[in-house]
């Protein structure tokens, strides 16, 4: 009988911390920015959607996508495998933006309603911390861009 019980709560424990994690991640948002004094890009992620805007006069979203099933399964594994407090004190791996060389990019993060945010880095250039999820959030703008 205590093993039953045991058996029972352990899948009935994990069954709800799941359905928890899955309602934090679409409650999760995830925006990526970049710029310099010619160029803007905002890709803002939230629930297997995608925002992609170029004005940064936020006059508007200029494309929105969702996300397949496939591409979300993925970004939220690169998610999953960083340290959020981290984000701060991560150290870009290059300088180019101080001389124009390259646009200036930032990754905020709200999850469970506490905002993350990373210091300025290199666009094309992130830390190596977060570097597989930066890259896969761009990969989707240079798509559409192709489109």
Known sequence: MKLFTMIFL?????????????????DTVLE???N???FFRKITIQNQMISISKN?????IEEKIK???ANWKELVGYFES????SLPILKSPTEKRFSDGAAIANLKVI?????????AFDHGYPPIAIK??????????KKNNEN
Do not use: M, P, W
């Open 10 to 26: 352990s899948v009935f424990l994990g069954k709800s911390c799941s359905g928890q994690s899955q309602k934090d991640r679409k």
């Open 32 to 34: 990526y920015t970049a």
């Open 36 to 38: 310099t004094r010619g």
């Open 56 to 60: 940064r006069n936020d006059t508007g």
């Open 67 to 69: 996300l397949s099933d």
């Open 82 to 85: 960083i340290k959020l407090d």
């Open 111 to 119: 999850y469970k309603n506490k905002t993350y945010e990373t210091a």
């Open 132 to 141: 597989k999820l930066v890259d896969k959030i761009n990969s989707f703008a």
